[in-house]
């Protein structure tokens, strides 16, 4: 009954994106904010706070108020770090890495409303035959770095100097400000509050301006690459931090005839080359969402595996593979289902 309900992972996978879209958009709605406060306020997925009808909370906004307004003040005045400034931190965060702890980067792919927003705009992109854009083994590691110093700067550094008093009070949310699921999930429920520019003062004008344009970036760049947001996306980088603790992993054996075949790293919606290349430890790179797509598209049986204290739960399937590419290739390109019917020619993107 499983197999005939979901027969592919990807299937799976997306119908389990687009509940968890449904609950982080609106579950506010049918539980009441009182109940989602308490439930919890640390989903390590991009769950927007702004969102008046969320299920649930993203950790980078709790973060960055423990930080503006609990730590950073207390070390402004010494006197007040006591438990009033680290217990409710150590909650939050420690809820977070509760939750992490088990299902791991899985959160980004399977439940995070940004990436599954992303996911679905590519996924129109695809059908509609639009060129398929791609970062190389050589500049994909260009932008990479981009996403630890957005964790470095926007959720980390400027709320701590807010809650110090060294900069402006405008910065203590400085990532939530520009995050582009503030904008998308707000807009699903059809608040179009987000949108609008602040003109209070210069540095939340600028932020709005900068947080609609890298929005609109998103949703047109995703027409054509896989997950452009995700790349860059902070909460990646933290939770890489903590990826190796967790019973989830992608496990990858050697195998002779990786450096001939490639099918993962096309597969692969981050355009994670390492997973083509490598085994062990080496293969399952912090950039992983755990979507699972190596692991249908890899063509000899149990080379790729998703695995949870040990125990396979997904793993690489020859005869897998050859029905899942009778429904779309690597890339997401569906069989015969293009609108549009110019050939869509697939390049490397910088």
């Excluded at 309900?5 to 009441?32: E, K």
């Excluded at 423990?66 to 409710?88: D, N, S």
Aim: aromatic letters at 10%; hydrophobic letters at 40%; one cysteine or more.
């Amino acid at each position: 009954m499983f197999k005939t309900l979901f027969p592919t992972l990807t299937r799976l996978r997306f119908t389990i994106q687009l509940l968890m879209l449904f609950v982080t958009v609106y579950g506010g709605a049918l539980l009441g904010s009182y109940v989602v406060d308490r439930i919890s306020q640390t989903l390590p997925s991009l769950a927007c706070a702004f969102d008046k009808q969320t299920g649930d909370h993203c950790i980078l906004i709790v973060n960055q108020h423990q930080l503006h307004h609990r730590i950073g003040e207390a070390l402004a005045k010494a006197q007040e770090i006591t438990y009033k400034v680290f217990i409710p931190t150590l909650v939050s965060v420690g809820t977070f890495f509760a939750m992490f702890f088990f299902l791991n980067k899985a959160f980004c792919g399977w439940v995070c409303p940004m990436g599954t927003v992303q996911e679905i705009v590519y996924r129109i992109g695809r059908r509609l035959g639009r060129p398929l854009h791609r970062f190389s083994q050589g500049n994909v590691g260009r932008v990479r770095p981009i996403k630890w110093l957005m964790l470095l700067v926007l959720v980390l550094g400027l709320p701590l100097l807010a809650g110090m008093g060294t900069v402006s009070n405008d910065f203590g949310d400085s990532y939530c400000q520009v995050c582009p699921s503030r904008i998308a999930t707000t807009l699903l429920t059809a608040d179009t509050e987000q949108i609008a520019l602040r003109t209070s003062s210069g540095i939340n004008f600028f932020f709005g301006a900068l947080g609609n344009a890298l929005f609109g970036f998103v949703i047109i760049a995703a027409l054509a690459v896989r997950q452009p947001f995700c790349r860059i996306c902070p909460l990646l980088s933290w939770n890489a931090l903590f990826q190796r603790l967790s019973p989830m992993q992608l496990v990858k054996r050697q195998n002779d005839k990786c450096d001939k075949c490639s099918v993962c790293e096309k597969a692969c919606p981050m355009d994670i080359h390492e997973i083509g290349r490598e085994h062990g430890r080496k293969a399952f790179h912090e950039d992983c969402t755990l979507c699972g797509r190596c692991v249908e598209y890899c063509p000899d049986s149990g080379v790729i595996q998703i695995k949870f204290f040990g125990i396979p739960l997904f793993k690489s399937s020859r005869e897998s593979y050859k029905q899942r590419v009778k429904l779309e290739t690597p890339e997401g390109l569906p069989k015969n289902k293009v609108i549009w019917l110019a050939p869509a020619k697939e390049s490397q993107n910088g």
